[in-house]
């Protein structure tokens, strides 16, 4: 049970910190020299590790040997699925891209989208080397809600040709693959837990301010997905319509039309309430900040605020995070807004900051959820940033016999 322990501890550190040298593995897992050599050997033979080059010395001496994960040992498929355009990506399990591909896949109703899914996947795993049998699982983040009771997709409008059946059996059936659906915003908060901000922290909220309105939370490093999957779909709340309503700090007359909370054409009304010209939520940002327009920013943060004070109240959260097009625009002295904003409505001091991940954070999120469930099932690996990603660890009845408890000891001689 302990060299288990051990050999685990070893491929953890290489898969997190790696290529390393042998020195560099004895220190990261506290084993001797020859203990850390044996290890490196029994791991080699067993094919789980091997040989990655050598790292250049600074002096006459011999380079060190590097050591790797062996990323053939199963290979992964990611994809960020919008009304736009679907975003696929391949990895090996070590994590190391091999092939992207960029298709707009028909979404409307009515649409062959299992079919054409399918040839996008294909092609894809293709380029990558590779053919569909060959992939271990497929993540795929999606603009909606993911019932796991039933399969089915809600509050997804703009892509009504996935809606109304059991969206990861078909495919599963269709491909031969384990293929999981999640909310994207979701995956964004996987992302940040893993290389971001929240990385050292335990409960927090996102909010997601883009074209749409989305919400995630965390509580003990684990997806609070809900009974439904409508975990932190702030979305659905609904807030008077700045474009019946005046601007001012009173609540709305009766009548007044109700509207989503901070979604883009939301926005740009709450903008042209307030006499700015911009047509998009990020324009009315940025617009508003060149033109130092803080009545609108104070509007704003109130209506971003006050969508997150309920789930600050009931949650508690070490951490907000602001993210997508909206919020970037803002910037961190938006951030800052909207935290003085929540802070007079809730009594927790809870800090507002603006996510750190860049580029397609719902695709990186999809893929570091796909790879946690391919270490586990190949190496026995349990991510920690991602418990509870596809099974609580406390259904030991589940959980392979290989996969370490949250409390397993250190590693040791």
Do not use: C
């Not at 896949?105 to 299992?114: N, R, S, T, Y």
């Not at 997150?308 to 508690?316: G, R």
């Not at 959980?399 to 409390?407: D, N, W, Y």
């Amino acid at each position: 049970m302990l060299r288990e322990i051990n050999d685990r501890a070893a491929i953890e550190a290489l898969l997190r910190g790696g290529p390393l040298t042998r020195a560099e593995l004895e220190v990261v897992i506290g084993l001797s020299k020859p203990a850390t050599a044996q290890l490196l050997t029994r791991l080699e033979q067993d094919n789980l590790v091997g040989k990655a080059g050598e790292r250049a010395g600074g002096g006459r001496g011999p380079r060190a040997q590097l050591w790797a994960v062996n990323g053939s040992l199963a290979h992964v498929a990611a994809v960020d699925l919008t009304p736009h355009v679907a975003d696929f990506v391949i990895a090996d399990v070590a994590g190391t891209v091999e092939a992207e591909y960029q298709v707009e896949l028909p979404v409307h109703e009515g649409a062959d989208v299992i079919g054409t899914f399918g040839k996008a996947l294909k092609h894809v795993t293709k380029k990558a080397g590779k053919n569909l049998d060959d992939l271990a699982n497929v993540v795929i983040g999606a603009q909606g809600a993911f019932d796991p009771r039933t399969g089915l997709l809600s509050s997804a409008p703009h892509i009504p040709g996935w809606l109304g059946f059991d969206v990861p059996a078909r495919l599963s059936e269709e491909l031969g693959i384990a293929v999981t659906i999640e909310n994207d915003v979701n995956l964004v908060a996987v992302e940040e837990m893993t290389v971001g901000k929240a990385q050292e922290v335990d409960d927090v909220v996102m909010v997601w301010l883009s074209e749409g309105v989305g919400g995630a939370v965390v509580i003990g490093r684990r997806l609070l997905r809900g009974a439904t999957g409508g975990g932190g779909e702030i979305d659905w709340m609904r807030v008077p319509d700045p474009s019946t309503v005046d601007t001012s700090d009173r609540w709305p007359e009766a009548g007044a039309r109700f509207g989503n909370l901070v979604d883009s054409p939301a926005i740009a009304r709450l903008a042209h309430a307030h006499g700015l010209t911009a047509e998009t939520g990020p324009q009315a940002v940025i617009q508003a900040t060149t033109q130092s327009h803080q009545p609108f920013l104070d509007d704003l943060a109130r209506r971003v605020a006050g969508g997150l004070a309920s789930l600050v109240a009931v949650a508690d959260p070490q951490l907000i995070l602001l993210s997508g097009d909206t919020s970037r625009a803002g910037g961190d002295e938006f951030a800052q807004r909207v935290a003085r904003k929540l802070h007079e409505l809730v009594l927790p001091r809870t800090p507002v900051a603006l996510a750190s991940v860049q580029g397609n954070a719902v695709r990186a999120g999809a893929l570091q959820s796909a790879l946690a469930t391919a270490r586990e099932d190949v190496f026995g690996v349990v991510t920690p940033t991602l418990r509870g990603s596809r099974r609580p660890l406390e259904d030991t009845a589940g959980v392979p016999r290989t996969a370490l408890p949250s409390s397993a000891p250190s590693p040791t001689e």
